[in-house]
Every structure is written in C-alpha cells, then in structure tokens.
C-alpha cells in the first residue's frame, strides 16, 4: 500500500507543502490541511486519505490563484467567483475559497464598495454612474447604496460641482468647435459619466451660458 514518503515547504510558495507519496509528489497542501488529514511521513496513504489530500491541493490552488488575482486589484464577492470560474475553476471549490477569505478579511464587498466608490468621486463621476460601476462588479444594491451616500456624505459632494470640475477639463478640447457643437458635445460628455439632465443643464450655464457673458463683460 502506498505511504507518504517526504513533506517539504514549497520552494516558491509560502505556507504551502509538497506532500509526496511512494517517492513522487502527490499534492501541494496547506499546514491546516496536513493537520486536518493527519499527514506525516510513513502514513498509509488509503483511497480515503488520497481524494482528501486531492481536495486539499485543489483547494489551495484555488486560493492561491484568487489571492494573485486579489493582488492584482480589489474585487468583490461575486466579481471574484466570476473570474475564478472563468479560469477553470470549480464552482463548489470557489464558494469554499471565497468563504473563507471572508472570514480572514481578504475579501469584503462593503470595504470594496466605499474604496470604489470614493475613487469614482474623486474623478468626477456621478452618484449613478458609481451605482453603475458597483452593480458592473456584482455588489449587492443595499451594500452599493449605502456605500455611494457613505462617501457622498464624507466627502461632502456637490454633483453640481463635481460635473462643473470635468466640465472645465473637457472645454479646452472643445474650444475650435461652434457653438452648437461646443453644447451637444459637452452635454454628450456629461450624460455619458451618469449626470442627470437637471445638473448638465445647470453646469451648461456655468460653463457655456455664463462663461460667454463674463467673456462679453471683459469686452
């Protein structure tokens, strides 16, 4: 019958050991999951311990792919277990995974909400257009929702303002077209970041109607 013959920590890999069975490696496992199955050199390697030391590297290396791809940038729940499934992953073995970075704090939607939401406001992004880009990347709309009025809140956020600041931006790069132009591009701009109709109108007179007139008075 077959036994484990060596258990050594991964070259490359923190906190994760290479568990080899009968002089060949067998799985790559976490310290929990050594403890869990009750592995050490000369254990009995029966078909029970074998599919629990299978499930056990399966389930790291689910982990450790989510962790890589929370390394490369925040996510939420549901954005995660999308991609992880996209790659190849089993369903049943995400939901396991992503339990448990919950529980250590690696994954929280409602901390990713307010980080993204508080980055779309600082660029001038719109109360809608920030529910928009939260719903894109799976949040619960009660988490997006009280996330947005959160950060709204805080950063005591004038929409008004916030459209008239990119507004500004845009208009150098607008300035050979006529007029009319100059309006139909500019409120296009506006809408398409999730300003409603009553704060472009607004700015436009800011920005177009009154900027004219103080150009008028300097006349």
Do not use: C
């Not at 000369?42 to 078909?47: C, H, L, M, W």
């Amino acid at each position: 019958m077959s036994v484990i013959t060596r258990i050594t920590e991964h070259p490359r890999k923190a906190g994760r050991y290479v568990v080899d069975v009968d002089g060949r490696e067998f799985a790559v496992v976490s310290a929990d999951a050594l403890a869990e199955i009750k592995v050490h050199v000369g254990v009995t390697v029966d078909e029970a311990r074998a599919a629990k030391l299978r499930d056990a590297g399966e389930l790291a290396a689910t982990y450790d792919r989510a962790l890589n791809l929370l390394a490369f940038r925040a996510r939420s729940a549901s954005e995660l277990r999308r991609r992880l499934i996209q790659k190849g992953e089993a369903a049943a073995r995400v939901d396991r995974v992503i339990e448990r970075l919950r529980e250590v704090g690696l994954v929280n939607d409602a901390d990713f909400a307010r980080q993204l939401a508080r980055s779309k406001v600082s660029g001038g992004a719109s109360r809608r257009r920030v529910h928009q880009e939260l719903f894109k990347r799976g949040v619960a709309r009660d988490v997006a929702d009280e996330a947005v009025g959160e950060v709204m809140e805080d950063e005591q956020v004038d929409e008004v303002a916030v459209a008239e600041r990119v507004a500004r931006k845009r208009m150098p790069s607008l300035a050979k077209l006529d007029p009319q132009s100059r309006r139909r591009r500019l409120y296009s701009f506006l809408a398409r970041r999730g300003h409603d109709g009553d704060v472009i109108r607004e700015v436009m007179a800011r920005v177009l109607d009154r900027g004219s007139e103080a150009e008028d008075d300097v006349e």
